[in-house]
């Protein structure tokens, strides 16, 4: 009885507590937002989660064009309730028609992630972050980079949950969204002799539009979907490439990608077709599939809380 | 490779057998219905959470077309479900919109919080 009664004593604190009663941000949250975890763009939330595995295939905007298929592992810590550090790695395996098969590893990605904001009335999240794409640690034969590139990122998300009533049916849309420019090590590719040529920055950017049916059946109108439906979330999201400098080729590639996640309480199933923008960003149409897992509601008092400052924010 | 799908074999096990109560607490369903138009004064206020909740941090507001707050007893959690919360409406309510604001703390300590309209349409 004593030690069931100190650990409400030490619950009241952590509640009590400054730091506790700021709004909760881990696992995408701001307010009664829930961000679900995208799969081609980056979410605002900084969390303890698990994508394993991401599986893609599609047709490269190559000449001749290329079978990609892509499988991905990325797994995020929490150093601090709002610093977290990400590690991801790829294995690509490419085959063009007349050519053998290519296969191996892209270069190893980190990221350094730390949450500025979040607003719970106004459903809002911004988040900072530091991707390096770590250059020559993959296989040149799948594209691997030889060079480290740096890409300073900010991720944001907005609800729509603040809209007037009568817009009740628009409510359960949000935006998210990243913009980063990545700049490389080295102006110009390695070469013997002459400067090799030159390696632009890039802006890489992307945003998902969702329209949440769990925000739909809890803070707007019980339509009585079955419950699998009411944790679907339909979504469109777009990334985009920009070179931006040092001469050569400047036009943008992307995908448009349009899916839908299912979130449950400790895991979430994306799936979303892959739409080349034009000619150079592929062709036809692919597809990507995601199992992620949310460390933070799995192992709550383990590896699934920050390593410092406590559970939340 | 044999043991990365090991690892997550097990992964998705845990995620399925582990004790549902470790969650973020989301609203399932409530009474009245959110969103729903009914014809009388509810006796009470039932919202029905994916988790299970500490029912000392957990709290219900009712606001009335004027803004002002209705009287509610103070939520408590049924004795056979912890995810139940139940707060009893005081006064009978006339006509009209109103909005419930709910803020809950999961049993593993995370908080949550939403809002939904229901109208009296009598």
């Known amino acids: ?313 | 490779m044999k043991r990365a799908m090991l690892v997550l074999a097990t992964l998705i096990s845990t995620s399925l057998l582990t004790s549902p109560a470790c969650a973020h607490a989301f609203l399932k369903r409530a009474e009245p219905r959110v969103g729903s138009s009914i014809d009388a004064s509810p006796a009470e206020l039932r919202l029905d959470f994916t988790q299970g909740l500490v029912g000392e941090f957990c709290s219900i507001s009712l606001i009335a077309p004027t803004g002002a707050k209705v009287p509610l007893s103070k939520p408590s959690l049924s004795p056979s479900d912890s995810a139940e919360l139940t707060a009893r409406v005081l006064q009978a309510l006339p006509p009209g919109l109103y909005r419930v604001e709910w803020r809950v703390v999961s049993v593993d300590t995370h908080h949550t919080q939403g809002e939904f309209q229901f109208r009296i349409a009598r």
Request: aromatic share 8%.
């Open chain 1, 1 to 313: 009885m004593k030690r069931f009664a100190s650990g409400k004593v030490a619950l009241a604190i952590l509640i009590a507590s400054p730091l506790a009663a700021r709004p909760a941000v881990a696992h995408g949250i701001a307010g009664a937002r829930f961000f679900p975890a995208t799969i081609a763009t980056d979410d605002p939330a900084v969390s303890d989660e698990l994508s394993l595995p991401t599986f893609s295939s599609s047709l490269t905007g190559d000449e001749p064009a290329a079978w990609e298929w892509d499988v991905s592992g990325e797994y995020s810590k929490r150093i601090t309730p709002d610093l977290g550090v990400s590690i991801g790695e790829t294995w690509t395996k490419l085959k063009a028609p007349g050519s053998p098969a290519a296969a191996g590893f892209q270069d190893l990605e980190t990221t350094l992630k730390y949450h500025l904001f979040t607003s719970a009335p106004h459903e809002a999240m911004i988040s900072a972050g530091l991707v390096v794409d770590w250059g020559a640690t993959g296989a040149s034969k799948v594209g691997a980079d030889p060079v480290t590139e740096f890409t300073p990122t900010l991720y944001f998300g907005k609800g729509a949950g603040d809209l007037p009533a009568a817009l009740g049916l628009l409510r359960p849309l949000a935006l998210t969204g990243v913009v980063g420019l990545s700049i490389p090590e080295q102006e110009r590719e390695a070469a013997p002799g002459p400067p090799g040529a030159p390696i632009p920055r890039v802006l890489a950017w992307g945003v998902a539009l969702e329209y949440s049916l769990p925000y739909l059946s809890s803070q707007v109108k019980d339509y009585g979907l079955p419950g699998w439906a009411e944790d679907l979330t339909p979504l469109i999201e777009a990334t985009f490439q920009t070179p931006l400098s040092r001469g050569g080729d400047v036009r943008t590639i992307g995908t448009f990608d349009p899916g839908v996640i299912w979130s449950g309480q400790k895991i979430q199933v994306g799936a979303e077709a892959l739409l080349p923008m034009n000619r150079r960003s592929g062709r036809g149409v692919g597809f990507i599939i995601q199992l992620h897992f949310f460390l933070d509601d799995m192992f709550p008092h383990g590896i699934g809380r920050p390593l410092l400052g406590g559970q939340e924010r």
